[in-house]
Protein backbone atom coordinates (compact mmCIF):
# COMPACT_ATOMS: atom_id res chain seq x y z
CA UNK A 1 0.00 0.00 0.00
CA UNK A 2 1.68 3.36 -1.17
CA UNK A 3 1.93 6.12 1.37
CA UNK A 4 -0.77 8.08 2.59
CA UNK A 5 -1.03 11.58 4.14
CA UNK A 6 -3.69 9.91 6.35
CA UNK A 7 -2.24 6.85 7.50
CA UNK A 8 1.05 5.45 6.66
CA UNK A 9 1.26 1.93 6.71
CA UNK A 10 4.65 1.69 6.04
CA UNK A 11 5.60 3.14 9.21
CA UNK A 12 4.42 0.74 11.30
CA UNK A 13 5.98 -1.84 9.63
CA UNK A 14 7.26 -4.08 12.54
CA UNK A 15 4.03 -3.77 14.22
CA UNK A 16 0.78 -5.94 13.71
CA UNK A 17 -1.28 -3.43 12.89
CA UNK A 18 -5.61 -3.53 13.42
CA UNK A 19 -7.25 -1.39 11.40
CA UNK A 20 -11.13 -0.57 12.07
CA UNK A 21 -13.12 1.75 9.90
CA UNK A 22 -16.12 3.35 12.07
CA UNK A 23 -18.78 6.22 12.61
CA UNK A 24 -20.54 7.25 14.96
CA UNK A 25 -23.83 6.06 13.75
CA UNK A 26 -22.83 2.71 13.65
CA UNK A 27 -24.59 0.58 16.35
CA UNK A 28 -22.10 -2.53 16.71
CA UNK A 29 -19.09 -0.06 16.51
CA UNK A 30 -20.11 0.70 20.29
CA UNK A 31 -19.31 -2.79 21.40
CA UNK A 32 -16.23 -3.23 19.13
CA UNK A 33 -14.60 -0.32 21.03
CA UNK A 34 -14.51 -2.23 24.32
CA UNK A 35 -12.77 -4.89 22.97
CA UNK A 36 -10.35 -2.94 20.50
CA UNK A 37 -9.54 -1.32 23.83
CA UNK A 38 -9.02 -4.52 25.69
CA UNK A 39 -7.21 -5.77 22.65
CA UNK A 40 -4.97 -3.12 22.37
CA UNK A 41 -4.20 -3.39 25.98
CA UNK A 42 -3.40 -6.75 26.02
CA UNK A 43 -1.25 -6.85 23.28
CA UNK A 44 0.24 -3.32 23.02
CA UNK A 45 3.90 -4.42 24.42
CA UNK A 46 3.59 -7.76 22.05
CA UNK A 47 3.84 -5.05 18.96
CA UNK A 48 -0.01 -4.67 18.35
CA UNK A 49 -1.04 -0.91 17.31
CA UNK A 50 -5.37 -0.66 16.89
CA UNK A 51 -5.71 2.43 14.49
CA UNK A 52 -9.41 3.27 13.86
CA UNK A 53 -10.37 5.40 11.47
CA UNK A 54 -13.17 7.84 11.63
CA UNK A 55 -15.74 8.13 8.42
CA UNK A 56 -17.99 10.57 10.04
CA UNK A 57 -19.43 13.68 8.09
CA UNK A 58 -19.11 16.09 11.13
CA UNK A 59 -16.03 15.79 13.37
CA UNK A 60 -18.57 16.98 15.86
CA UNK A 61 -20.44 13.77 15.93
CA UNK A 62 -16.93 11.72 15.93
CA UNK A 63 -16.49 13.33 19.26
CA UNK A 64 -19.49 12.69 21.00
CA UNK A 65 -18.99 9.57 20.42
CA UNK A 66 -15.61 9.25 22.10
CA UNK A 67 -16.82 11.03 25.25
CA UNK A 68 -19.21 8.22 25.81
CA UNK A 69 -16.81 5.44 24.59
CA UNK A 70 -13.19 6.17 24.91
CA UNK A 71 -10.43 5.22 22.83
CA UNK A 72 -7.42 4.19 24.11
CA UNK A 73 -5.58 3.87 20.88
CA UNK A 74 -5.09 6.23 18.00
CA UNK A 75 -8.31 7.44 15.93
CA UNK A 76 -7.70 8.73 11.92
CA UNK A 77 -10.66 11.10 11.64
CA UNK A 78 -11.19 10.67 7.52
CA UNK A 79 -14.24 12.91 6.64
CA UNK A 80 -14.19 12.42 2.92
CA UNK A 81 -13.63 8.85 2.91
CA UNK A 82 -10.43 8.49 1.48
CA UNK A 83 -9.15 5.70 2.93
CA UNK A 84 -12.29 2.91 3.11
CA UNK A 85 -12.53 4.00 -0.50
CA UNK A 86 -8.63 2.76 -1.08
CA UNK A 87 -8.80 -0.21 1.90
CA UNK A 88 -12.56 -1.47 -0.53
CA UNK A 89 -14.78 -1.07 2.23
CA UNK A 90 -17.84 -2.99 1.62
CA UNK A 91 -19.90 -2.30 5.08
CA UNK A 92 -19.64 -0.71 8.70
CA UNK A 93 -17.92 -1.43 10.25
CA UNK A 94 -14.91 -3.70 9.05
CA UNK A 95 -11.50 -4.28 10.23
CA UNK A 96 -8.10 -5.18 8.47
CA UNK A 97 -5.31 -7.03 10.12
CA UNK A 98 -1.58 -6.29 8.53
CA UNK A 99 1.13 -8.25 9.52
CA UNK A 100 4.75 -7.00 10.27
CA UNK A 101 5.65 -6.87 6.88
CA UNK A 102 3.20 -4.29 6.14
CA UNK A 103 0.55 -6.99 3.79
CA UNK A 104 -3.18 -7.35 4.50
CA UNK A 105 -3.64 -10.79 6.04
CA UNK A 106 -7.79 -10.44 6.44
CA UNK A 107 -10.19 -8.18 6.55
CA UNK A 108 -13.37 -9.21 8.46
CA UNK A 109 -17.00 -7.31 7.95
CA UNK A 110 -19.19 -6.45 10.55
CA UNK A 111 -18.79 -6.84 14.74
CA UNK A 112 -20.58 -9.51 16.61
CA UNK A 113 -20.22 -10.37 19.97
CA UNK A 114 -19.39 -13.96 18.62
CA UNK A 115 -16.37 -13.52 16.94
CA UNK A 116 -14.32 -11.49 19.25
CA UNK A 117 -12.67 -15.01 20.33
CA UNK A 118 -11.81 -16.05 16.98
CA UNK A 119 -10.25 -12.51 16.00
CA UNK A 120 -8.28 -12.28 19.37
CA UNK A 121 -6.84 -15.83 17.83
CA UNK A 122 -5.93 -14.20 14.61
CA UNK A 123 -4.46 -11.25 16.49
CA UNK A 124 -2.22 -13.76 18.62
CA UNK A 125 -0.72 -15.79 15.89
CA UNK A 126 0.06 -12.95 13.51
CA UNK A 127 1.99 -11.39 17.03
CA UNK A 128 4.05 -14.55 17.15
CA UNK A 129 5.13 -14.36 13.48
CA UNK A 130 8.91 -12.59 13.38
CA UNK B 1 -58.20 -5.72 -15.73
CA UNK B 2 -56.65 -7.59 -12.72
CA UNK B 3 -54.31 -9.12 -15.54
CA UNK B 4 -53.55 -5.80 -16.74
CA UNK B 5 -52.62 -4.80 -13.60
CA UNK B 6 -50.58 -7.47 -12.06
CA UNK B 7 -48.59 -7.25 -15.53
CA UNK B 8 -48.09 -3.66 -14.76
CA UNK B 9 -46.68 -3.89 -11.57
CA UNK B 10 -44.57 -6.53 -12.71
CA UNK B 11 -43.15 -4.45 -15.58
CA UNK B 12 -42.92 -1.73 -12.53
CA UNK B 13 -40.61 -3.74 -10.50
CA UNK B 14 -38.49 -5.49 -13.33
CA UNK B 15 -37.88 -2.00 -14.10
CA UNK B 16 -36.51 -1.39 -10.41
CA UNK B 17 -34.99 -4.23 -10.11
CA UNK B 18 -33.12 -3.68 -13.47
CA UNK B 19 -32.58 0.30 -12.22
CA UNK B 20 -31.10 -1.29 -9.01
CA UNK B 21 -28.82 -3.74 -10.90
CA UNK B 22 -26.84 -1.28 -12.58
CA UNK B 23 -25.36 0.08 -9.59
CA UNK B 24 -26.00 3.57 -10.28
CA UNK B 25 -28.01 4.45 -7.31
CA UNK B 26 -26.82 4.27 -4.35
CA UNK B 27 -24.32 5.47 -1.99
CA UNK B 28 -20.88 4.01 -0.36
CA UNK B 29 -21.21 1.36 2.76
CA UNK B 30 -19.53 4.47 4.72
CA UNK B 31 -22.38 7.27 3.55
CA UNK B 32 -25.13 6.13 5.87
CA UNK B 33 -24.56 8.59 8.47
CA UNK B 34 -28.79 10.28 6.86
CA UNK B 35 -29.97 6.52 6.69
CA UNK B 36 -29.26 5.29 10.35
CA UNK B 37 -31.15 7.79 11.88
CA UNK B 38 -33.77 6.49 13.82
CA UNK B 39 -36.67 8.60 11.78
CA UNK B 40 -35.35 7.53 8.45
CA UNK B 41 -36.03 3.66 9.12
CA UNK B 42 -39.03 2.60 6.97
CA UNK B 43 -41.28 1.81 9.87
CA UNK B 44 -39.80 4.50 12.39
CA UNK B 45 -42.66 4.33 14.61
CA UNK B 46 -44.30 0.33 14.70
CA UNK B 47 -46.71 1.20 17.06
CA UNK B 48 -48.40 4.03 15.24
CA UNK B 49 -48.37 2.39 12.07
CA UNK B 50 -49.65 -0.96 14.22
CA UNK B 51 -52.37 1.30 15.24
CA UNK B 52 -53.32 3.13 12.10
CA UNK B 53 -53.30 0.03 10.01
CA UNK B 54 -56.01 -1.39 13.15
CA UNK B 55 -58.24 1.46 12.18
CA UNK B 56 -58.28 1.54 8.33
CA UNK B 57 -58.67 -2.24 8.60
CA UNK B 58 -62.25 -1.57 10.35
CA UNK B 59 -63.26 1.08 8.27
CA UNK B 60 -61.61 0.73 4.65
CA UNK B 61 -61.44 -2.89 2.41
CA UNK B 62 -57.94 -2.43 1.86
CA UNK B 63 -55.59 -2.82 4.24
CA UNK B 64 -51.72 -3.11 4.77
CA UNK B 65 -48.76 -3.24 2.08
CA UNK B 66 -46.13 -1.62 4.12
CA UNK B 67 -43.23 -3.57 5.60
CA UNK B 68 -39.58 -2.55 6.90
CA UNK B 69 -36.72 -4.24 5.19
CA UNK B 70 -33.42 -2.57 4.03
CA UNK B 71 -32.64 1.08 4.53
CA UNK B 72 -31.06 2.28 8.37
CA UNK B 73 -27.27 2.48 9.09
CA UNK B 74 -26.76 -0.89 6.59
CA UNK B 75 -24.31 -2.16 9.89
CA UNK B 76 -23.68 -6.23 10.52
CA UNK C 1 -40.38 -7.45 7.43
CA UNK C 2 -43.44 -8.96 8.55
CA UNK C 3 -46.32 -9.12 6.37
CA UNK C 4 -49.25 -6.97 7.13
CA UNK C 5 -51.86 -9.85 8.53
CA UNK C 6 -55.25 -9.03 7.19
CA UNK C 7 -57.56 -10.41 10.47
CA UNK C 8 -61.58 -9.67 9.94
CA UNK C 9 -63.11 -8.08 12.10
CA UNK C 10 -66.90 -9.12 13.28
CA UNK C 11 -68.18 -5.81 14.73
CA UNK C 12 -67.97 -2.19 13.23
CA UNK C 13 -65.95 -0.91 15.22
CA UNK C 14 -61.96 -1.43 16.08
CA UNK C 15 -62.19 -5.46 16.54
CA UNK C 16 -59.31 -6.60 14.29
CA UNK C 17 -55.80 -8.23 15.34
CA UNK C 18 -53.72 -6.22 12.84
CA UNK C 19 -50.74 -7.41 14.43
CA UNK C 20 -47.12 -8.07 13.13
CA UNK C 21 -46.32 -4.51 12.30
CA UNK C 22 -46.19 -3.81 15.67
CA UNK C 23 -43.35 -6.04 15.75
CA UNK C 24 -41.20 -4.90 12.89
CA UNK C 25 -38.04 -4.13 14.78
CA UNK C 26 -36.43 -1.29 14.56
CA UNK C 27 -33.11 -1.89 14.30
CA UNK C 28 -31.84 1.84 14.59
CA UNK C 29 -32.85 2.39 18.32
CA UNK C 30 -31.71 -0.29 20.38
CA UNK C 31 -28.02 0.28 21.60
CA UNK C 32 -25.27 -2.24 23.69
CA UNK C 33 -25.89 0.46 26.52
CA UNK C 34 -30.26 0.20 25.96
CA UNK C 35 -30.79 -2.89 24.54
CA UNK C 36 -34.61 -2.82 26.13
CA UNK C 37 -37.22 -0.28 25.03
CA UNK C 38 -40.38 0.14 26.54
CA UNK C 39 -43.68 1.72 24.77
CA UNK C 40 -47.04 2.29 26.74
CA UNK C 41 -49.25 3.56 24.46
CA UNK C 42 -53.43 4.76 25.01
CA UNK C 43 -55.81 5.36 22.11
CA UNK C 44 -58.76 6.97 22.16
CA UNK C 45 -61.39 6.90 18.97
CA UNK C 46 -64.51 8.23 18.89
CA UNK C 47 -66.78 8.28 15.82
CA UNK C 48 -69.69 10.94 14.94
CA UNK C 49 -72.27 10.99 11.84
CA UNK C 50 -72.18 7.94 9.98
CA UNK C 51 -70.84 5.61 12.69
CA UNK C 52 -70.80 6.00 16.91
CA UNK C 53 -68.59 3.73 18.24
CA UNK C 54 -66.08 5.08 20.85
CA UNK C 55 -62.71 3.02 21.84
CA UNK C 56 -60.22 3.42 24.54
CA UNK C 57 -56.93 0.96 23.83
CA UNK C 58 -54.25 0.86 25.62
CA UNK C 59 -51.10 -0.97 23.91
CA UNK C 60 -48.07 -2.00 25.59
CA UNK C 61 -44.90 -3.20 23.98
CA UNK C 62 -41.68 -4.64 24.81
CA UNK C 63 -38.52 -5.39 22.76
CA UNK C 64 -34.69 -6.11 23.24
CA UNK C 65 -31.71 -7.04 21.74
CA UNK C 66 -29.86 -9.65 22.71
CA UNK C 67 -26.83 -9.06 21.10
CA UNK C 68 -25.64 -8.86 17.65
CA UNK C 69 -29.28 -7.67 16.58
CA UNK C 70 -30.94 -10.72 17.97
CA UNK C 71 -34.21 -8.79 19.01
CA UNK C 72 -37.31 -10.33 20.99
CA UNK C 73 -40.60 -7.99 20.63
CA UNK C 74 -43.69 -8.74 22.42
CA UNK C 75 -46.84 -6.42 22.35
CA UNK C 76 -50.21 -6.43 24.43
CA UNK C 77 -52.96 -5.25 23.22
CA UNK C 78 -56.74 -4.10 25.11
CA UNK C 79 -59.60 -2.69 23.53
CA UNK C 80 -62.76 -1.74 24.49
CA UNK C 81 -65.60 -0.67 22.12
CA UNK C 82 -68.76 0.80 22.79
CA UNK C 83 -71.36 3.36 21.28
CA UNK C 84 -74.01 2.96 18.68
CA UNK C 85 -73.46 0.91 15.56
CA UNK C 86 -75.20 1.16 11.85
CA UNK C 87 -77.10 -2.75 11.55
CA UNK C 88 -76.76 -1.75 7.45
CA UNK C 89 -80.54 -1.10 7.53
CA UNK C 90 -81.87 2.65 5.93
CA UNK C 91 -83.54 4.83 7.53
CA UNK C 92 -87.43 5.47 7.02
CA UNK C 93 -90.26 7.36 7.70
CA UNK C 94 -91.74 5.46 10.27
CA UNK C 95 -90.11 4.00 13.53
CA UNK C 96 -88.07 0.43 13.24
CA UNK C 97 -87.39 -2.04 15.98
CA UNK C 98 -84.36 -4.17 15.60
CA UNK C 99 -83.25 -6.67 18.15
CA UNK C 100 -79.75 -6.46 19.63
CA UNK C 101 -77.36 -9.69 18.19
CA UNK C 102 -77.24 -10.73 21.57
CA UNK C 103 -80.63 -11.83 21.84
CA UNK C 104 -81.16 -15.16 20.68
CA UNK C 105 -85.16 -14.72 19.84
CA UNK C 106 -86.77 -11.70 18.17
CA UNK C 107 -89.67 -11.34 20.50
CA UNK C 108 -90.07 -12.23 24.07
CA UNK C 109 -90.18 -15.90 25.38
CA UNK C 110 -89.49 -18.01 28.42
CA UNK C 111 -85.75 -18.66 28.15
CA UNK C 112 -84.76 -16.91 25.60
CA UNK C 113 -83.24 -13.42 25.83
CA UNK C 114 -84.35 -10.25 23.78
CA UNK C 115 -82.97 -7.11 23.24
CA UNK C 116 -84.67 -4.84 21.29
CA UNK C 117 -83.91 -1.00 20.14
CA UNK C 118 -86.37 1.56 18.19
CA UNK C 119 -85.33 3.83 15.70
CA UNK C 120 -87.18 7.29 15.14
CA UNK C 121 -88.27 7.88 11.42
CA UNK C 122 -85.34 9.84 9.43
CA UNK C 123 -82.65 8.44 11.54
CA UNK C 124 -80.10 6.11 10.76
CA UNK C 125 -80.85 2.58 12.42
CA UNK C 126 -77.91 2.04 14.78
CA UNK C 127 -77.48 -0.68 17.48
CA UNK C 128 -76.82 1.25 21.03
CA UNK C 129 -76.05 -2.21 22.82
CA UNK C 130 -72.76 -2.68 21.01
CA UNK C 131 -70.52 -3.26 23.61
CA UNK C 132 -66.95 -5.21 22.86
CA UNK C 133 -64.09 -6.19 24.64
CA UNK C 134 -60.75 -7.67 22.86
CA UNK C 135 -57.12 -8.89 24.33
CA UNK C 136 -54.19 -9.23 21.79
CA UNK C 137 -50.70 -10.18 21.88
CA UNK C 138 -47.95 -10.84 19.38
CA UNK C 139 -44.44 -12.18 19.80
CA UNK C 140 -41.81 -12.13 17.47
CA UNK C 141 -38.37 -13.11 17.01
CA UNK C 142 -36.06 -11.66 14.39
CA UNK C 143 -32.23 -12.12 13.70
CA UNK C 144 -29.20 -11.97 11.10
CA UNK C 145 -28.22 -15.26 9.06
CA UNK C 146 -24.55 -14.99 8.00
CA UNK C 147 -23.01 -11.87 7.15
CA UNK C 148 -26.33 -10.37 4.59
CA UNK C 149 -29.35 -12.08 5.41
CA UNK C 150 -31.68 -11.72 8.12
CA UNK C 151 -34.29 -13.79 9.23
CA UNK C 152 -38.07 -13.13 11.06
CA UNK C 153 -40.81 -15.27 12.71
CA UNK C 154 -43.43 -14.62 14.90
CA UNK C 155 -47.21 -15.83 16.24
CA UNK C 156 -50.51 -13.60 16.95
CA UNK C 157 -53.40 -14.98 19.47
CA UNK C 158 -56.39 -12.37 19.83
CA UNK C 159 -59.79 -12.80 21.67
CA UNK C 160 -63.11 -10.87 22.17
CA UNK C 161 -66.31 -12.60 22.84
CA UNK C 162 -67.29 -13.76 19.55
CA UNK C 163 -63.93 -14.10 17.38
CA UNK C 164 -60.98 -15.51 18.24
CA UNK C 165 -58.12 -15.79 15.96
CA UNK C 166 -54.54 -17.44 15.63
CA UNK C 167 -51.81 -16.58 13.15
CA UNK C 168 -47.96 -17.34 12.44
CA UNK C 169 -45.58 -15.64 10.37
CA UNK C 170 -42.10 -15.84 8.42
CA UNK C 171 -39.85 -13.73 6.29
CA UNK C 172 -36.19 -13.20 5.42
CA UNK C 173 -34.29 -10.75 3.73
CA UNK C 174 -31.07 -10.04 1.54
CA UNK C 175 -28.41 -7.32 1.37
CA UNK C 176 -26.23 -6.56 -1.76
CA UNK C 177 -25.04 -4.06 -3.67
CA UNK C 178 -23.00 -2.78 -1.23
CA UNK C 179 -26.01 -2.60 1.12
CA UNK C 180 -27.76 -0.51 -1.20
CA UNK C 181 -30.48 -2.52 -2.35
CA UNK C 182 -32.26 -5.32 -0.13
CA UNK C 183 -34.80 -7.74 -1.29
CA UNK C 184 -37.82 -9.32 1.47
CA UNK C 185 -40.36 -11.69 1.82
CA UNK C 186 -42.78 -12.75 4.17
CA UNK C 187 -45.44 -15.08 4.20
CA UNK C 188 -48.30 -15.39 6.66
CA UNK C 189 -50.59 -17.27 8.06
CA UNK C 190 -54.29 -16.94 9.83
CA UNK C 191 -57.16 -19.02 11.56
CA UNK C 192 -60.07 -17.31 12.62
CA UNK C 193 -63.27 -18.77 14.35
CA UNK C 194 -66.68 -16.69 14.45
CA UNK C 195 -69.04 -17.53 17.16
CA UNK C 196 -71.29 -14.23 16.63
CA UNK C 197 -73.60 -12.73 19.79
CA UNK C 198 -76.90 -14.95 19.40
CA UNK C 199 -75.43 -17.21 16.80
CA UNK C 200 -74.12 -16.57 12.98
CA UNK C 201 -77.01 -15.83 10.78
CA UNK C 202 -77.18 -17.80 7.23
CA UNK C 203 -76.44 -15.85 4.96
CA UNK C 204 -79.36 -13.64 3.27
CA UNK C 205 -81.29 -14.99 5.52
CA UNK C 206 -84.74 -13.44 6.33
CA UNK C 207 -84.19 -11.47 9.11
CA UNK C 208 -87.44 -12.35 10.63
CA UNK C 209 -86.99 -16.21 11.17
CA UNK C 210 -83.77 -15.43 13.09
CA UNK C 211 -82.21 -18.71 11.66
CA UNK C 212 -78.97 -19.12 13.55
CA UNK C 213 -75.51 -21.60 12.73
CA UNK C 214 -72.98 -22.77 14.65
CA UNK C 215 -69.71 -21.35 14.67
CA UNK C 216 -68.00 -21.02 12.15
CA UNK C 217 -64.13 -20.53 10.71
CA UNK C 218 -61.90 -18.74 8.38
CA UNK C 219 -58.44 -18.63 6.93
CA UNK C 220 -56.23 -16.02 5.38
CA UNK C 221 -53.04 -17.53 3.78
CA UNK C 222 -50.91 -14.06 2.66
CA UNK C 223 -47.16 -13.47 0.76
CA UNK C 224 -45.14 -10.02 0.43
CA UNK C 225 -42.30 -9.24 -1.53
CA UNK C 226 -40.76 -6.41 -1.66
CA UNK C 227 -37.39 -4.25 -2.76
CA UNK C 228 -35.91 -1.37 -0.81
CA UNK C 229 -33.25 0.44 -2.87
CA UNK C 230 -30.37 3.69 -1.49
CA UNK C 231 -31.11 6.77 -3.80
CA UNK C 232 -28.97 9.04 -2.62
CA UNK C 233 -27.63 9.97 0.96
CA UNK C 234 -30.79 11.33 2.48
CA UNK C 235 -33.18 9.23 0.03
CA UNK C 236 -34.75 5.37 0.43
CA UNK C 237 -37.29 4.09 -1.36
CA UNK C 238 -39.50 0.72 -1.08
CA UNK C 239 -41.45 -1.19 -3.39
CA UNK C 240 -43.77 -3.78 -1.97
CA UNK C 241 -46.28 -6.68 -3.55
CA UNK C 242 -48.51 -7.98 -1.31
CA UNK C 243 -51.38 -11.08 -2.18
CA UNK C 244 -53.62 -12.15 0.40
CA UNK C 245 -56.10 -14.88 -0.12
CA UNK C 246 -59.16 -15.24 2.43
CA UNK C 247 -61.51 -17.95 2.56
CA UNK C 248 -64.45 -19.26 5.10
CA UNK C 249 -67.02 -17.13 6.46
CA UNK C 250 -66.40 -13.30 5.38
CA UNK C 251 -70.02 -12.10 5.93
CA UNK C 252 -70.74 -10.18 8.60
CA UNK C 253 -72.89 -12.20 10.99
CA UNK C 254 -75.04 -8.65 12.57
CA UNK C 255 -75.13 -6.82 9.07
CA UNK C 256 -78.64 -6.64 7.39
CA UNK C 257 -79.97 -5.02 4.90
CA UNK C 258 -83.53 -3.05 3.92
CA UNK C 259 -85.63 -4.83 1.79
CA UNK C 260 -88.20 -2.34 -0.15
CA UNK C 261 -90.95 -1.83 -2.23
CA UNK C 262 -91.47 0.73 -5.14
CA UNK C 263 -92.26 3.85 -3.10
CA UNK C 264 -89.38 2.57 -0.25
CA UNK C 265 -91.62 1.09 2.00
CA UNK C 266 -89.94 -1.00 4.33
CA UNK C 267 -91.15 -4.90 3.33
CA UNK C 268 -88.53 -6.61 5.69
CA UNK C 269 -85.00 -7.07 6.32
CA UNK C 270 -82.04 -9.93 4.87
CA UNK C 271 -79.14 -10.75 6.86
CA UNK C 272 -75.98 -9.84 4.16
CA UNK C 273 -74.35 -12.51 2.18
CA UNK C 274 -70.64 -12.08 0.78
CA UNK C 275 -68.53 -14.65 -1.43
CA UNK C 276 -66.70 -17.33 0.70
CA UNK C 277 -63.09 -16.23 -1.10
CA UNK C 278 -61.64 -13.17 -1.60
CA UNK C 279 -58.40 -12.35 -3.33
CA UNK C 280 -56.54 -8.75 -2.65
CA UNK C 281 -53.26 -7.85 -4.18
CA UNK C 282 -51.84 -4.25 -3.46
CA UNK C 283 -48.79 -2.31 -4.59
CA UNK C 284 -47.10 -0.22 -1.92
CA UNK C 285 -44.30 2.23 -2.88
CA UNK C 286 -42.73 4.41 -0.35
CA UNK C 287 -40.44 7.26 -0.57
CA UNK C 288 -38.28 8.62 2.41
CA UNK C 289 -36.55 12.16 1.85
CA UNK C 290 -34.24 13.63 4.48
CA UNK C 291 -33.91 17.56 3.78
CA UNK C 292 -31.84 18.58 6.72
CA UNK C 293 -32.99 17.80 10.34
CA UNK C 294 -36.93 17.41 8.43
CA UNK C 295 -37.85 13.66 7.09
CA UNK C 296 -40.52 13.41 4.60
CA UNK C 297 -42.22 10.22 4.14
CA UNK C 298 -44.60 10.12 1.32
CA UNK C 299 -46.42 6.58 -0.03
CA UNK C 300 -48.81 5.55 -2.20
CA UNK C 301 -50.34 2.04 -2.82
CA UNK C 302 -52.94 0.66 -5.29
CA UNK C 303 -55.01 -2.05 -4.33
CA UNK C 304 -57.24 -4.27 -6.02
CA UNK C 305 -58.88 -7.95 -4.99
CA UNK C 306 -61.43 -10.34 -6.40
CA UNK C 307 -64.99 -8.44 -5.29
CA UNK C 308 -64.29 -5.61 -7.71
CA UNK C 309 -62.72 -3.12 -4.80
CA UNK C 310 -60.15 -1.07 -6.73
CA UNK C 311 -58.43 1.94 -4.40
CA UNK C 312 -55.65 4.35 -4.30
CA UNK C 313 -54.30 5.79 -1.14
CA UNK C 314 -51.58 8.39 -0.48
CA UNK C 315 -50.27 8.96 2.70
CA UNK C 316 -47.28 11.87 4.09
CA UNK C 317 -45.66 12.80 7.05
CA UNK C 318 -43.32 15.33 7.88
CA UNK C 319 -41.14 15.40 10.90
CA UNK C 320 -39.48 18.08 11.91
CA UNK C 321 -37.18 18.49 14.38
CA UNK C 322 -37.33 21.88 16.06
CA UNK C 323 -35.05 22.33 19.36
CA UNK C 324 -33.06 19.70 20.89
CA UNK C 325 -35.59 16.51 21.60
CA UNK C 326 -38.82 18.43 20.19
CA UNK C 327 -40.47 17.61 17.18
CA UNK C 328 -43.60 18.06 15.42
CA UNK C 329 -44.98 15.86 13.03
CA UNK C 330 -48.20 17.03 10.30
CA UNK C 331 -49.75 14.26 8.82
CA UNK C 332 -52.19 14.10 5.29
CA UNK C 333 -53.64 11.37 3.95
CA UNK C 334 -55.98 10.46 1.16
CA UNK C 335 -57.54 7.63 0.34
CA UNK C 336 -60.23 6.69 -2.52
CA UNK C 337 -62.14 3.19 -3.19
CA UNK C 338 -64.87 1.92 -5.71
CA UNK C 339 -67.48 -0.47 -4.14
CA UNK C 340 -67.40 -4.29 -3.98
CA UNK C 341 -69.26 -5.79 -6.98
CA UNK C 342 -72.45 -7.01 -4.32
CA UNK C 343 -72.38 -4.19 -2.54
CA UNK C 344 -76.01 -2.05 -2.77
CA UNK C 345 -77.26 0.63 -0.14
CA UNK C 346 -80.52 -1.59 -0.49
CA UNK C 347 -83.04 -4.21 -1.75
CA UNK C 348 -85.67 -3.71 -3.88
CA UNK C 349 -88.29 -6.38 -4.08
CA UNK C 350 -89.24 -5.58 -7.92
CA UNK C 351 -85.50 -7.36 -7.91
CA UNK C 352 -84.63 -10.76 -7.67
CA UNK C 353 -82.39 -11.33 -4.42
CA UNK C 354 -79.05 -11.25 -5.67
CA UNK C 355 -77.00 -13.73 -4.83
CA UNK C 356 -74.46 -12.05 -2.74
CA UNK C 357 -75.29 -8.36 -0.90
CA UNK C 358 -74.07 -5.98 1.58
CA UNK C 359 -74.71 -2.14 2.54
CA UNK C 360 -71.31 -2.29 4.45
CA UNK C 361 -70.27 1.10 4.11
CA UNK C 362 -66.54 -0.38 3.88
CA UNK C 363 -67.27 -2.03 0.80
CA UNK C 364 -69.06 1.02 -0.98
CA UNK C 365 -67.60 3.81 -3.05
CA UNK C 366 -65.92 6.87 -0.98
CA UNK C 367 -63.47 9.32 -0.30
CA UNK C 368 -61.14 9.12 3.33
CA UNK C 369 -59.16 11.81 3.79
CA UNK C 370 -57.11 12.50 7.27
CA UNK C 371 -55.60 15.58 8.69
CA UNK C 372 -53.69 15.11 11.73
CA UNK C 373 -50.22 16.54 13.80
CA UNK C 374 -48.16 14.57 16.73
CA UNK C 375 -45.94 16.21 19.12
CA UNK C 376 -42.87 14.48 20.76
CA UNK C 377 -40.12 15.94 23.60
CA UNK C 378 -37.50 13.72 25.12
CA UNK C 379 -37.91 13.38 28.86
CA UNK C 380 -34.71 12.72 30.52
CA UNK C 381 -32.16 11.04 28.82
CA UNK C 382 -33.70 7.96 27.56
CA UNK C 383 -37.15 8.79 27.69
CA UNK C 384 -40.00 10.45 24.72
CA UNK C 385 -42.83 11.42 25.09
CA UNK C 386 -45.74 11.74 22.12
CA UNK C 387 -49.12 13.05 21.54
CA UNK C 388 -51.26 12.73 18.32
CA UNK C 389 -53.98 14.08 17.24
CA UNK C 390 -55.99 13.35 14.08
CA UNK C 391 -59.09 13.44 12.33
CA UNK C 392 -60.19 11.03 9.94
CA UNK C 393 -63.46 11.58 7.68
CA UNK C 394 -65.17 9.55 5.02
CA UNK C 395 -67.78 10.95 2.65
CA UNK C 396 -69.95 8.15 0.29
CA UNK C 397 -70.71 8.87 -3.14
CA UNK C 398 -74.31 6.91 -3.12
CA UNK C 399 -76.36 8.97 -0.51
CA UNK C 400 -79.62 9.22 -1.81
CA UNK C 401 -82.05 7.65 -3.52
CA UNK C 402 -84.82 7.73 -6.21
CA UNK C 403 -87.43 5.80 -4.10
CA UNK C 404 -90.43 8.24 -3.21
CA UNK C 405 -90.17 7.30 0.69
CA UNK C 406 -86.43 7.98 0.88
CA UNK C 407 -86.58 11.36 -0.54
CA UNK C 408 -84.61 14.17 1.41
CA UNK C 409 -83.33 11.14 3.96
CA UNK C 410 -79.96 10.81 4.30
CA UNK C 411 -79.35 7.06 3.40
CA UNK C 412 -75.40 7.08 4.09
CA UNK C 413 -74.07 9.63 5.77
CA UNK C 414 -70.58 10.76 6.51
CA UNK C 415 -68.46 9.28 8.86
CA UNK C 416 -66.30 11.29 10.89
CA UNK C 417 -63.47 10.08 13.93
CA UNK C 418 -61.44 11.72 16.23
CA UNK C 419 -58.21 9.85 17.01
CA UNK C 420 -56.19 10.51 19.99
CA UNK C 421 -52.80 8.62 20.95
CA UNK C 422 -50.55 9.88 23.49
CA UNK C 423 -47.44 7.29 24.11
CA UNK C 424 -44.91 7.07 26.09
CA UNK C 425 -41.29 5.43 25.37
CA UNK C 426 -38.28 4.55 27.57
CA UNK C 427 -35.08 3.10 26.51
CA UNK C 428 -33.14 0.92 29.25
Redesign the interface.
Known amino acids: MSADPLLDIAAYRGQVLYVDFWASWCVPCRESFAWMNSMQAQFARDGLTVIAVNVDHERADAEQFLRSHPAQFRIVYDPQGLLPEKFGVRGMPTSFLIDRTGHVQSRHEGFRLADRDALAQQIRSLLKAP | MHIRSFIGAIVWAAGLLTATACSTLGVKPWQHEVLARPAMALNAEPIDTAIDDHIYFSKEATSGGRSSAGGGCGCN | ???????S?LQ?????A??S?????????????TPTQL?A?V?Y?KESGGGGVQAI?P?V?LKRDF???RVLNGTLVIDSLSGPTPNGAMPSRKPQTFASPSSTSLVPEPGKKTTLYTIAPGDLPKDPHFKEQRVGGDLDWSQ?LG?DNSVSFGGHVSSEHDFDSFAANLGG?H?F????????F?LSEEYDRIHAHGGNPVPGSDYLLYEKESSQTKTVSGA???????????W?T?????Y?RSKGYLTDPYRILSLLDADGNVLGYRYESRPDSRG?????W?N?V?LGPT?L?V?Y???????S?H?N?VDAHL?I?LSRGVYLEPHLRW?R?SA?DFYVLYLSAARALPGFMSSDP??ADFT?TTVGV?FGVTVGRFGELAL?VEE?E?RPSNQSSSLPQLQGLNLDPN?K?A?V?L?WRLLF
Open positions: MQLKREVSLGLMASCLLSATARAQLTPEDDLYEVSGDQPLSDNAKNTAVSSLLGVTQVIRRNLELNYTDQQSLYVKAVDSRHGWDSWISTRDYQARLGKRYQLAIQG
